[in-house]
């Protein structure tokens, strides 16, 4: 066994995830670790920023396929690897993680979503059925994270969940980088446009937004990412609305970047469902970074945030009347939008950036295995 290799497994998330790839396995190289992230997409191997990337194989089509076929080949291609650490990212990875435990392996299971709570909002779920798969999914994650090492959670609220039933939970919070979004040095003039960059899903309350920007007078909105389904896209385009949208689909950073740098507020407005309402969304404080007023969906967690850092302001997300008037407000006095950006990002550079949470994981590994 190589006393610092560590292993990173998804079979869910792409190569270049943010939270997997950019923060937690190049942050783990540059502290001195061996990482190697196992995925199977049927990209190829790689070195990338000093991580090492195994790929066992193209993805099958459609779920049940890929949670058949793919935590058992990783299973294998993670073996092969002789770590002396996994770190799984996906549910569906819970039973090959506890195989691995019962190996005298330490494995962190990091737990991105509240899934029992993601699990009462699936569409693709008979609503009658959802509160009882909910409940059953909790107590399964629940006694098969009482084998793993660890569990390393996104939020407070999930870290809190889990640290009565697991070993050791910590909150990682997937906050942005101090300068990736900063604002330029020379700053462009921000257009008449406020922006979404995330999942384009109906409960992030999509509709209500294009309805909203409707009611603004000249309001443009760019909308970056990729929809859930072909027949959301459509009710999209069929607003009336959709003739201010500007729709750039998936972005890399530099875009997100520009985006951000040239728009005047950063819309957030998720629907009050429960897996939303304790949720720390990397939009959020993204838009923070760049100095950028946010609009937030009135959840208490948010109010708070928001609040005291006088980073923007919240409003009801269901209600597209009200996120037109606030918007307007908003718009209408450029000085104090301009103020909640600078508090905005004064709040990120002070507590809601990944160094601090990196330094929250390198304390977890140093525990389970020692510094590099």
């Known amino acids: 066994m190589t006393a610092q290799r560590v ?205 909203a920007v409707a009611l603004v007078p000249d309001l443009r909105l760019t909308l970056c990412g990729a929809f859930e389904d072909a027949a959301f896209e459509a009710e999209m385009r069929a607003e009336p609305g959709w003739a201010r949208v500007d729709y750039l689909g998936l972005v890399g950073r530099e875009q997100v970047r520009q985006v951000l740098a040239c728009s005047r507020v950063g819309l957030v407005t998720l629907l009050p469902l429960p897996s939303y309402m304790d949720a720390l969304p990397i939009k959020m404080f993204e838009y923070m970074s760049a100095e950028l007023p946010v609009l937030a969906s009135d959840f208490p967690l948010w109010r708070d945030i928001l609040g005291r850092s006088g980073g923007g302001r919240c409003v009801d997300p269901a209600d597209p009347q009200a996120i037109a008037a606030v918007l307007g407000e908003m718009l209408a006095d450029p000085v104090a939008a301009s103020a909640m950006g600078k508090a905005g990002r004064e709040a990120v550079l002070a507590h809601y950036h990944w160094p601090r949470a990196e330094q929250v994981l390198l304390g977890l590994y140093r525990e389970l295995i020692g510094a590099p």
């Open 7 to 211: 292993v990173h497994l998804t079979t869910v998330h792409p190569r270049d995830d943010i939270r997997i790839f950019r923060k937690e396995c190049v942050s783990l190289a540059r502290a001195g670790y061996a990482v190697t992230q196992v995925v199977g997409d049927g990209l190829g191997a790689a070195v990338v920023d000093g991580v090492r990337i195994v790929d066992f194989g193209p993805r099958p089509a459609g779920r049940l396929a890929r949670m058949r076929e793919q935590p058992r080949l990783g299973l294998q291609a993670v073996l092969a690897e002789q770590p002396a650490l996994v770190h799984v990212h996906d549910p569906e990875l819970l039973p090959l993680a506890v195989q691995l435990a019962a190996r005298g392996l330490p494995v962190v299971y990091d737990a991105h979503e509240d899934v029992p709570r993601q699990i009462l909002t699936k569409q693709w779920i008979a609503a009658p059925l959802r509160p009882l798969l909910s409940r059953a999914f909790e107590i399964y994650e629940n006694h098969q994270v009482r084998r793993l090492a660890a569990v390393v959670a996104s939020t407070p609220h999930i870290a809190e969940r889990f640290a009565r039933v697991a070993h050791r939970s910590v909150n990682v919070s997937n906050f942005p980088f101090l300068a990736e979004l900063a604002p330029p040095a020379d700053p462009v003039e921000r257009e008449w446009r406020v922006c979404y960059v995330g999942g384009l899903m109906r409960t992030r309350g999509l509709l209500q937004i294009v309805r």
